[in-house]
């Protein structure tokens, strides 16, 4: 009997046995299978997102040299540790430069050099090679030239009592044919006894030196030593214009020189602060030295129609 016994209970272990592994096995089934539906249910939702917006390209600034109509052949930004060689030649000399101007321009760094994106011309009160002045003068003469287009160029400028910047276009031939004959063009003249004067002129055999021929535009006090403005002239066969901050001042025909027209060839550019001389007068006691001439660039361009 006491067997017997034992071997019922060991029957009743083994059904328990056997119905907890049923009861675990139906719930992992159960759970397995809740967990596919919300795997399945997820994967649903991700698959129903919308896409991701395609965002459309960033448009490329437009470059701050492009005109609308015009080409641009030439150009400096100063952007370089120094004077680019390929494209300037520093002139050096004492000698008056025809006006009696008071300054020796040389090629040293404390007359010319690139600071920050900007040209920049010093004219120091400093006595060197029998000046009392040094100064910087460039050009492109023998490097480049061209007839007919825009020229422009970005300059804030000096200011005082025998002070005298300028940029402006001899003609290609002048070593030839000498000054005036060759020609010249001056697209910004400025002396410091006229702070709010801009000129724009012209010579040519017949009418130079006081005798040039152009006009002037003027400005607030202060405004043109304080602020940058940008020079330019617009120049075709028969007509120059000039213009500051496109602001059109000036227009000069064949009919209005006279002599003969010469503005019908390649010119090159010069940029010069001189200090002195018969138009300017000489410093006195309230001009401050040194005296910048910056200039952040310079663009030439031309139209299809002037190649």
Same mark, same amino acid.
């Given at each position: ?13 083994? #059904?328990? +046995? ?8 139906? +719930? ?27 965002? &459309?390209?960033?448009?490329?600034? $437009?470059?701050? !040299?492009?005109? &609308?109509?015009?080409? +641009?052949? !030439? ?10 060689p390929s494209k300037w030649v520093m ?19 404390? #007359? ?40 422009? &160029? ?9 002070? !005298? ?30 702070? $709010? ?34 020079? =330019?002239?617009?120049?075709?066969? #028969? ?32 940029? #010069?602060? =001189?200090v002195g001389g018969y138009w300017p ?27």
């Amino acid at each position: 009997m006491i067997l017997n016994h034992y071997s019922l209970m060991d029957m009743d272990l083994k #059904n328990n +046995l056997w119905l907890n592994r049923f009861i675990v096995l139906g +719930l992992f089934l159960l759970l397995f299978a809740g967990c596919s539906v919300e795997t399945e249910q997820q994967t649903a939702l991700l698959v129903e997102q919308p896409p991701e917006p395609t965002l &459309a390209p960033t448009p490329e600034p $437009t470059p701050e !040299w492009e005109r &609308a109509g015009w080409t +641009l052949i !030439w150009a400096d930004e100063f952007d370089g540790e120094a004077l680019d060689p390929s494209k300037w030649v520093m002139e050096i000399g004492g000698h008056g430069w025809g006006n009696n101007e008071k300054q020796f321009y040389t090629d040293l760094p404390e #007359n010319v050099r690139l600071e920050d994106g900007q040209l920049v011309i010093e004219a120091r009160n400093e006595f060197f090679v029998r000046r009392h002045y040094t100064s910087g003068r460039i050009k492109t003469q023998g490097l480049f030239s061209f007839t007919y287009g825009r020229v422009e &160029a970005r300059m804030k400028l000096p200011y005082g009592n025998g002070i !005298w910047p300028a940029f402006w276009m001899l003609g290609e031939d002048v070593d030839l044919i000498s000054w005036p004959a060759s020609g010249e063009i001056d697209i910004m003249e400025h002396i410091g006894r006229e702070p $709010t004067r801009i000129y724009g002129m012209v010579h040519g055999p017949g009418y130079s030196g006081s005798g040039g021929v152009g006009h002037f535009t003027t400005f607030p006090a202060g405004s043109l030593s304080e602020d940058f403005h940008t020079y =330019a002239i617009e120049w075709e066969p #028969n007509e120059i214009r000039w213009y500051v901050d496109d602001k059109h001042f000036f227009t000069l025909t064949p009919e209005q020189v006279p002599g003969e027209w010469v503005f019908d060839k390649p010119y090159f550019i010069l940029i #010069n602060l =001189a200090v002195g001389g018969y138009w300017p007068g000489d410093p006195d006691e309230t001009t401050v030295f040194p005296q910048f001439l910056l200039v952040d660039h310079v663009r030439v361009y031309q139209r299809p129609d002037m190649v």
